[in-house]
């Protein structure tokens, strides 16, 4: 009985994440929930919600903290699957892709928290992106790629790289996740995209 004391409030507060991210799934802007409605979809009494989260803000920001983990993941993910730097793009991106299928509302989510009202879940957002392009550039460090770039050019680099995906997640959400053509498309695209952003800072000159 006490083990199951102790795992109730989580699994409340799960089923609040989770009934949040399903009503996103459905179409519901995020910045337009009440906590009423994401209590009635968890099946939870209202007060149950101020257990766990001071505001819908708060439940964003741990929403936000779970979006970081699936975002470290593909990174781990694209650094064990890249023997080759010259395949890093396009393996980066298809990675990229499946994990975008795989948690659609998850991405959902950042798409609308990246334009929404709530300045803390924008903000957070940001900086798990920012977070993002940090680790990029680490890597490309790593594999001793543009290291003719200073440091704060190879970050603006970096920055464009993660700006120009998450601009890809309002291509994907455009289209159903069973239309493999048009998310094949969107697949190559954005690798050319990135090819383009790394010829031009092949040939930048940073200022000494």
Same mark, same amino acid.
């Given at each position: 009985?006490?083990?199951?004391?102790?795992?109730?409030?989580?699994?409340?507060? *799960?089923?609040?994440?989770?009934?949040?991210?399903?009503?996103?799934?459905?179409?519901?802007?995020?910045?337009?929930?009440?906590?009423?409605?994401?209590?009635?979809?968890?099946?939870?009494?209202?007060?149950?919600?101020?257990?766990?989260?001071?505001?819908?803000?708060?439940?964003?920001? $741990? +929403?936000?903290?779970? +979006?970081?983990?699936?975002? /470290?993941?593909?990174? /781990?993910?694209? &650094? %064990?699957?890249?023997?080759?730097?010259?395949?890093?793009?396009?393996?980066?991106?298809?990675?990229?892709?499946?994990?975008?299928?795989?948690?659609?509302?998850?991405?959902?989510?950042?798409?609308?928290?990246?334009?929404?009202?709530?300045?803390?879940?924008?903000?957070?957002?940001?900086?798990?992106?920012?977070?993002?392009?940090?680790?990029?550039?680490?890597?490309?460090? &790593?594999?001793? +790629?543009?290291?003719?770039? %200073?440091?704060?050019?190879?970050?603006?680099?970096?920055?464009?790289?993660?700006?120009?995906?998450?601009?890809?997640?309002? *291509?994907?959400?455009?289209? %159903?996740?069973?239309?493999?053509? $048009?998310?094949? $498309?969107?697949?190559?695209?954005?690798? /050319?995209?990135?090819?383009?952003?790394?010829?031009?800072?092949?040939?930048?000159?940073?200022?000494?």
């Amino acid at each position: 009985m006490a083990d199951r004391k102790r795992r109730n409030p989580s699994e409340t507060r *799960d089923k609040l994440m989770t009934a949040a991210l399903d009503l996103v799934g459905k179409g519901r802007h995020f910045a337009s929930l009440g906590i009423r409605e994401v209590t009635r979809q968890a099946g939870v009494v209202p007060t149950a919600f101020y257990r766990h989260f001071r505001s819908m803000d708060d439940l964003g920001l $741990q +929403l936000v903290d779970e +979006l970081g983990l699936v975002m /470290r993941r593909m990174m /781990r993910e694209a &650094r %064990s699957n890249v023997p080759q730097a010259e395949k890093i793009m396009e393996e980066s991106v298809n990675i990229f892709i499946r994990h975008a299928r795989d948690n659609r509302t998850f991405f959902m989510f950042m798409a609308q928290g990246l334009a929404g009202e709530s300045r803390a879940v924008q903000e957070g957002i940001r900086s798990e992106l920012r977070f993002f392009a940090a680790e990029l550039a680490n890597d490309l460090r &790593r594999l001793r +790629l543009a290291s003719h770039l %200073s440091d704060g050019d190879l970050d603006l680099a970096c920055d464009l790289v993660v700006r120009t995906v998450a601009f890809t997640f309002t *291509d994907m959400l455009g289209v %159903s996740p069973d239309d493999d053509y $048009q998310i094949d $498309q969107i697949q190559k695209r954005t690798t /050319r995209f990135l090819q383009m952003i790394f010829i031009g800072a092949n040939h930048w000159q940073s200022e000494s």
